[in-house]
């Protein structure tokens, strides 16, 4: 059988349980996922960092990262090529691409920084988000929008204006928002003897960025909250707590990062909760592995958990992005295989007749909604998702790992 007749087969099978699979396909492809550009160079970037800090790492040393922009350009456009649909690139301040002699530090960058990731985009018909990084810089060794130093956090300050300045030069350029997402590493290894000051800090840095004059209609501000790091596993100062009531108080967005919170804890159940007080939410989806290791995204159960609260909560109203950096495996295979994995359970999601589901959980028909869901795991989604990846002119199942190994041997083995 052809992929055009497996599928034709499938979508009788779930027109049955009054699931309508073109429906879903064409949902689907409207979904755009901001992939982020750290996976490809290791969170490196390009303003001449070197180490990571901030508790942030990436093990492994598979040959073939990126170590340019044009570098890791060239790799975003080949995972691209490898995955269906149209999404976004999600880009770190530290990626700014600096002509000679023109280097400047974190809190004087221009749009003319990032105008060259601008055409890249504009050519291939993708939007931009971005992040202001405060980390891996001289100036975040200790802490920095919370810093008890005044010409630290100034800095800092200014980082993060000058990153909302940028993100509404993309805006403009793209015709299209730009979510922008704040996460500090701030915090301490052991007990704080004041948890409120810090905190206080914090807030006062946050009202100075955005008292600033700029289009919120096209600036998406986002806050994003973790529960512990590395160097500072007893107290984060931007706890999800902290964050989640300034978002509401301030109109701007919470990001809720799957890997951020406790491991007993799981972002699916808290996105409906969100989405109730929340016009929009912001979301990073990774995998943790004991804790936020940032690892590939898998077609697991809490990827299809989320993917769930996204289809019923509204697509439109969760800014998906993926956030994980693994150095052990092929860089671009990682991308790929996040990417469509986060695409399956979207689809997963769509192809469930949730209306059906949530008629038995509202009649408290307990037993016929477990049967159905369990029966559901066996329903024919691989030849839906193959016939999609059809329609987009990508290679479906396995395939696609041909042209990651033949880009593999003629690109990136011969970066020495």
């Given at each position: 059988?052809?992929?055009?007749?497996?599928?034709?087969?499938?979508?009788?099978?779930?027109?049955?349980?009054?699931?309508?699979?073109?429906?879903?396909?064409?949902?689907?492809?409207?979904?755009?996922?901001?992939?982020?550009?750290?996976?490809?160079?290791?969170?490196?970037?390009?303003?001449?960092?070197?180490?990571?800090?901030?508790?942030?790492?990436?093990?492994?040393?598979?040959?073939?990262?990126?170590?340019?922009?044009?570098?890791?350009?060239?790799?975003?456009?080949?995972?691209?090529?490898?995955?269906?649909?149209?999404?976004?690139?999600?880009?770190?301040?530290?990626?700014?691409?600096?002509?000679?002699?023109?280097?400047?530090?974190?809190?004087?960058?221009e749009p003319k920084h990032f105008a060259k990731w601008v055409e890249f985009a504009k050519e291939r018909g993708i939007g931009i988000d971005f992040n202001p990084t405060l980390f891996s810089h001289e100036k975040?060794?200790?802490?920095?929008?919370?810093?008890?130093?005044?010409?630290?956090?100034?800095?800092?300050?200014?980082?993060?204006?000058?990153?909302?300045?940028?993100?509404?030069?993309?805006?403009?350029?793209?015709?299209?928002?730009?979510?922008?997402?704040?996460?500090?590493?701030?915090?301490?290894?052991?007990?704080?003897?004041?948890?409120?000051?810090?905190?206080?800090?914090?807030?006062?840095?946050?009202?100075?960025?955005?008292?600033?004059?700029?289009?919120?209609?096209?600036?998406?501000?986002?806050?994003?909250?973790?529960?512990?790091?590395?160097?500072?596993?007893?107290?984060?100062?931007?706890?999800?707590?902290?964050?989640?009531?300034?978002?509401?108080?301030?109109?701007?967005?919470?990001?809720?990062?799957?890997?951020?919170?406790?491991?007993?804890?799981?972002?699916?159940?808290?996105?409906?909760?969100?989405?109730?007080?929340?016009?929009?939410?912001?979301?990073?989806?990774?995998?943790?592995?004991?804790?936020?290791?940032?690892?590939?995204?898998?077609?697991?159960?809490?990827?299809?958990?989320?993917?769930?609260?996204?289809?019923?909560?509204?697509?439109?109203?969760?800014?998906?992005?993926?956030?994980?950096?693994?150095?052990?495996?092929?860089?671009?295979?990682?991308?790929?295989?996040?990417?469509?994995?986060?695409?399956?359970?979207?689809?997963?999601?769509?192809?469930?007749?949730?209306?059906?589901?949530?008629?038995?959980?509202?009649?408290?028909?307990?037993?016929?909604?477990?049967?159905?869901?369990?029966?559901?795991?066996?329903?024919?989604?691989?030849?839906?998702?193959?016939?999609?990846?059809?329609?987009?002119?990508?290679?479906?199942?396995?395939?696609?790992?041909?042209?990651?190994?033949?880009?593999?041997?003629?690109?990136?083995?011969?970066?020495?």
């Open positions: 059988m052809t992929v055009k007749e497996r599928y034709e087969s499938a979508k009788e099978v779930y027109k049955a349980i009054g699931v309508d699979t073109d429906a879903a396909l064409e949902a689907l492809k409207k979904i755009p996922i901001s992939m982020h550009c750290w996976q490809g160079d290791d969170v490196i970037g390009f303003d001449g960092a070197g180490a990571l800090s901030g508790g942030i790492q990436a093990t492994g040393n598979y040959p073939g990262r990126a170590r340019n922009p044009e570098e890791l350009m060239a790799d975003i456009d080949k995972a691209l090529s490898l995955i269906p649909g149209k999404h976004r690139i999600n880009l770190h301040a530290s990626y700014a691409v600096f002509e000679e002699g023109e280097w400047v530090d974190r809190d004087k960058l975040a060794e200790n802490a920095t929008l919370s810093s008890e130093i005044p010409e630290i956090r100034s800095f800092w300050i200014d980082h993060v204006k000058a990153c909302i300045r940028i993100s509404e030069y993309f805006a403009k350029e793209q015709g299209t928002p730009c979510t922008m997402n704040i996460w500090i590493p701030d915090g301490f290894k052991d007990i704080p003897a004041d948890r409120t000051s810090p905190r206080a800090r914090l807030k006062d840095s946050l009202d100075q960025i955005l008292s600033m004059d700029y289009d919120k209609t096209k600036v998406l501000v986002a806050v994003e909250s973790k529960v512990f790091g590395i160097g500072v596993e007893s107290c984060t100062v931007g706890s999800h707590e902290f964050y989640m009531n300034y978002a509401s108080k301030n109109d701007i967005l919470c990001l809720l990062d799957s890997g951020h919170y406790h491991p007993t804890e799981v972002v699916s159940d808290k996105i409906s909760s969100m989405l109730l007080f929340f016009d929009q939410v912001a979301l990073h989806v990774t995998r943790p592995v004991r804790w936020d290791s940032d690892h590939v995204v898998l077609f697991d159960d809490e990827t299809k958990e989320i993917a769930k609260e996204i289809i019923r909560g509204g697509a439109d109203r969760v800014l998906l992005a993926l956030d994980f950096f693994d150095a052990s495996i092929n860089r671009l295979s990682a991308w790929v295989v996040g990417m469509r994995n986060m695409q399956k359970a979207l689809l997963n999601a769509l192809l469930l007749p949730n209306e059906t589901l949530a008629q038995l959980q509202a009649s408290r028909r307990f037993t016929e909604q477990m049967m159905l869901q369990e029966e559901l795991k066996l329903y024919p989604i691989g030849d839906v998702w193959n016939y999609f990846c059809e329609l987009n002119g990508v290679p479906a199942k396995e395939d696609w790992f041909k042209e990651i190994l033949s880009y593999e041997k003629e690109v990136l083995l011969n970066r020495k």
